[in-house]
Structures are given as structure tokens and as C-alpha cells.
């Protein structure tokens, strides 16, 4: 037996059988074995020992490997009898478990030096993530199998508002998921820890925050196991509620802008009634058009359920040297994706749009109106007249037409001017303009003829309307000349033609009895049979 060998017998005092096993043990694994003499330091036998420790002696030891002869060392002159304990040499890592028997020293130890660096490498690596985890832009959720938060990284915390012993141990669908989507959210989850589903990507949920707001989060879930048993969930989210509010905003902008580029404004009002009250929120919104004195007013939303006064309404003011463009409005609450910003971008597309609106009255105004006068002329006046007939047609109303041809005119011209002639015109159809209701229609039908379209009226209240009118217009005088007109009155009859020929025609032909009967006359229907 040399030196090398271990014998058991002289420090085990017999317990061969043990040692035997020991080392039929040590011998077949990474475990050497170092026994050294507390009295003379000398290594007595070694098993399986690292060539960087196979010395003779203890002084050896220490010249080759200080560091271990200090441990060594140090536990032979401590008071206790057994230690385990990590030593670090210039190049290698050993654990020792050392003992003492007797007179005896008998160290068990391991070179971990492969195992220490890979835990080194495993533990940095592990704070590089949880580093990660807890700082990057992404919400990080664990839950266990009762949707308790057992984890949840600090970048949630932040976008939430809350603290961590806040939340930790919570249920997660109490704290975070609003009332309307818990069913849903907890659908997924049980299909995850069920086993169903063992990945559930891009599951977007709203979530709630301390303060009440929301965000939308677009998760991944993934199933966490320990062995065969399914213990809680891991998820990782992304808050893309800005995202969505961008998208919310370009799509809502492209569908006004297409709308508002309708060639035909009424088409374009009407479907942007239907997509503003159903897409953004609104409960009121009205455009005031105004041209000159004359005022138009397009209703676009108003909640029969609410009275609006002025001061709950909004407005948008826009200016031009001839009139305006007013926006008044008002929203209960803006839907979720509608931000301050995008309700005026919303509005601008809206005001952009009744500018143009604007734009085409003020041109329909100048083309359907009496340069001389200021009434519509007959181009106008014959689509009112078609669109009252159609209506007469449809619900049976009464409704009468008026023509009028003033009196004199050519006396006037010849002997005052055509510059009088012109003045006389205008003092007729401010005549008219200033007795007849906001609902009638007055026109200049061409030379000295006006025609007058008084809806839902008959021929005895029509007559009665022209003749007042006839009885101020005496009070006007152009020179010498005493100003008055003759008129024929008829109403619309549902067999007449739909363009108004017949209509017209009768009417004509009363104003020319009123005229052939002395002029200064008004004559009805009525008047004629009777």
C-alpha cells in the first residue's frame, strides 16, 4: 500500500466496511477525500484529489495552494468539529466538507469551479432580466391559480398608478378588469389554466387604473407549470391605447373627408348625421348659415331627450365679409378613442365642409335671386312651385299661388324715367316682402310681374293677405303716380301638372280679368264662379 492509499483502519478505528463503501463511493464520482494529521500536519491519504492538491505535506500544500492550506488550517484550530464551506483558489472553486475524528482531519471536497461560473452566468443573467422585467415598456403579469398577483413589474405599476403591496395578492379581475369585460377576461383564463389553451396571443382587454381611466392592453398569456401541475399564468402586455387612438382619429378623419367631398352637399348631410351621432359622441350639433340678413340653419344632431340652453352650448366662429359660419354643439362624453385633439380636428373637418356649403348658397343665392329686386327669381320660384305641388299631391294640402302685374309701370317710365320705372319695382317687392309670411315665397315672375306661393293656404286668406298689402302699397307714391297692382289668386289642385303650368296659367288668366275689370283689383277663383 503506498502513500496515496487510504487507510481506514488506523483512523476509523475498524469501521472498514463503512470506509470500504466510502470509498467504492467517492472513487466513482467528482468527490476527492484529504486526511491530514492534526499533530504532525502531514496528508495522511488522498482519494480522487485535483493534481493542484496531491502534495505530501501540509507545508506543501501551502506553497501550492495557500488559500486552502489557510482553510485548512483555520479549521483544525477552530473550535468545532465539522464544516462546509466554498473556497476560492487563484483558479478553482472547491466546496469542503471537512470533520474531525480523533487525532484526524478528514476532508470531503468538490471542484465546483464549472458550476460556480455557470451560476455566475445564470444569476447575472437572471438580474439583466429581472432588470428588464421591471423597467422595459411592457406590463409584466404572473397570477396563480385563483388570479391572485404574484408578480408585477414596476413599468405596470407606473402606467397604473398603483404601488406594489396595492395589488400583490389581489385579484386581478377585481383590481385592474372593468365590470363589462370580467366574463370575457375570465373566459380566457380558465381556458388557460384549464388547459385548453395553453397560448392565448394577442388578447386585447381594457384595464382600469387607480385614477378610473382606461387602457387598452394587448396581451400574450402563456401557461405556467411546476412538473405535470398547472399553477397560474404569465403575461406580457403592450398598452396600445395610444396606438388606438391614432388609428380611431385617422380613420375617423378619412370617412369625414370623404363624406364632406360628396358632390351633392345634401347627400353629404345626410350621411354625416348618421356617422357623427354614432361614431363621436355627439348630442347636439347645429350649423348657422348667414348670408347677408337672410340666415340658414342645418340640424344635424339634436337629442330629443335633452333641452340645450346657450351656455351648455359650444361654438366654432368662422367670419366672412358677407356673412358666417357658426358651429354649436354639444357631447355628454367623448367615446373611448376620442381625444380633445381629435374632437377638433373632427370639428374643423366639420366647419371646413359648411365653409364650402357657405360658398354654394351665396352662389345659389345670386342665381336664384332678382338683381333689382332682391326676390327669387322665376327659376327658383318654379322649383318651389314643383316641389309644393308634389306635396299638395301627397298629404291633400291647400295651398294657393298668387300673380300679380303691377299697374301703370309703362306710364311711370314714359313719363319719369326708367331710373323711376326700376324704383317702383323695388317699393312693390318691399311691399311684399315686409307683409307676407316667412313660410311664403315671393318672385319676380319678369318685367312687372311678381308671383306669390303661399303654402297651406286657401283662396279667401290668400285674397285677403294680397289685398292688405294692396291697401299699404297706395301710401307709396313715384312722382304723381299713386303705386298699385291688379292679381289673380288660385290654389294647386292635386290633378294639376307637376310643373306648374296649369297652375300658372289660371292665375294668368284671373290677372288678366282683374286687370280687363279696372285694374288696382285682386281676383279669385271664387270671385269668378260667384
Known amino acids: 500500500m503506498n502513500s496515496w492509499q487510504f487507510d481506514g483502519r488506523s483512523i476509523f478505528n475498524g469501521n472498514q466496511s463503512i470506509l470500504d463503501r466510502i470509498i467504492q463511493i467517492v472513487s466513482d464520482s467528482e468527490i476527492f477525500i484529504i486526511v491530514l494529521d492534526m499533530n504532525t500536519g502531514n496528508i495522511i491519504s488522498s482519494v480522487n484529489v485535483p493534481q493542484r492538491l496531491k502534495k505530501f505535506s501540509f507545508d506543501e500544500l501551502r506553497r501550492e495552494s495557500k488559500i486552502v492550506w489557510n482553510f485548512l488550517r483555520d479549521f483544525i484550530k477552530a473550535d468545532i468539529n465539522a464544516i462546509t464551506e466554498t473556497v476560492k483558489d487563484v483558479k478553482d472553486f472547491y466546496r469542503f466538507t471537512c470533520l474531525k475524528v480523533e487525532d484526524k482531519v478528514v476532508c470531503l471536497g468538490e471542484v465546483i469551479t464549472k458550476k460556480v461560473l455557470i451560476d455566475e452566468y445564470i444569476n447575472e443573467r437572471l438580474e439583466t432580466l429581472t432588470m428588464y422585467l421591471e423597467f422595459a415598456p411592457v406590463f409584466f403579469v404572473t397570477l396563480d391559480r385563483e388570479a391572485r398577483i404574484t408578480y408585477i413589474n414596476s413599468y405596470a405599476l407606473q402606467k397604473t398608478g398603483y404601488r406594489l ?61 411546476k412538473g405535470e401541475k398547472n399553477i397560474g399564468t404569465v403575461s406580457v402586455g403592450i398598452d396600445v391605447t395610444e396606438q388606438k387612438v391614432k388609428d380611431f382619429e385617422e380613420e375617423t378623419l378619412i370617412r369625414l373627408l370623404s363624406i364632406t367631398s360628396e358632390a351633392d352637399y345634401h347627400v353629404a348631410l345626410d350621411k354625416l348625421r348618421a356617422y357623427l351621432s354614432e361614431h363621436c359622441g355627439f348630442d347636439y350639433l347645429t350649423c348657422l348659415i348667414k348670408i347677408d340678413e337672410n340666415e340658414k340653419i342645418f340640424n344635424l344632431i339634436s337629442d330629443a331627450e335633452e333641452k340645450f340652453v346657450e351656455l351648455q352650448l359650444k361654438r366654432m366662429d368662422k367670419e366672412f365679409p358677407e356673412g358666417s359660419v357658426t358651429l354649436l354643439f354639444h357631447i355628454k362624453k367623448l367615446p373611448k378613442y376620442v381625444s380633445d385633439s381629435c374632437l377638433k380636428s373632427i370639428l374643423q373637418v366639420i366647419l371646413s365642409f359648411f365653409e364650402r356649403v357657405y360658398y ?15 326676390l327669387f327669381n322665376r327659376r327658383y320660384f318654379m322649383m318651389a312651385l314643383k316641389t309644393e305641388i308634389l306635396r299638395v299631391k301627397r298629404y291633400g294640402l291647400t295651398s294657393t299661388v298668387v300673380m300679380l302685374d303691377m299697374d301703370g309701370l309703362k306710364q311711370i317710365n314714359d313719363t319719369y324715367g326708367h331710373d323711376a320705372g326700376d324704383l317702383a319695382l323695388r317699393e312693390v317687392a318691399k311691399a311684399l316682402q315686409e307683409n307676407l309670411r316667412v313660410t311664403d315665397l315671393c318672385a319676380r315672375y319678369g318685367g312687372d310681374e311678381f308671383v306669390i306661393l303661399m303654402p297651406e293656404t286657401d283662396e279667401q286668406n290668400a285674397k285677403k293677405a294680397v289685398e292688405r298689402i294692396l291697401e299699404q302699397l297706395h301710401n307709396k307714391v313715384i312722382g304723381k303716380s299713386t303705386l298699385s297692382f291688379s292679381a289673380g289668386v288660385t290654389k294647386i289642385y292635386r290633378e294639376d301638372d307637376q310643373d306648374g303650368i296649369s297652375v300658372l296659367k289660371r292665375a294668368d288668366e284671373l290677372l288678366y280679368l282683374a286687370k280687363k275689370s279696372g285694374k288696382n283689383t285682386v281676383l279669385s277663383e271664387i270671385d269668378v264662379l260667384f
Open 165 to 225: 403591496h396595492e395589488v400583490l395578492g389581489k385579484n386581478w379581475f377585481e383590481v385592474f378588469v372593468p365590470a363589462s369585460e370580467v366574463e370575457t377576461v375570465k373566459k380566457v383564463f380558465k381556458d388557460i389554466m384549464d388547459g385548453d389553451i395553453e397560448l392565448r396571443q394577442n388578447f386585447e382587454n381594457e384595464i382600469i387604473t387607480k385614477d378610473g381611466k382606461t387602457l387598452t392592453i394587448l396581451w400574450e398569456n402563456r401557461l405556467l407549470k
Open 360 to 374: 354654394i348658397q351665396k352662389l345659389e343665392e345670386a342665381s336664384f335671386r332678382d338683381a333689382l329686386t332682391g
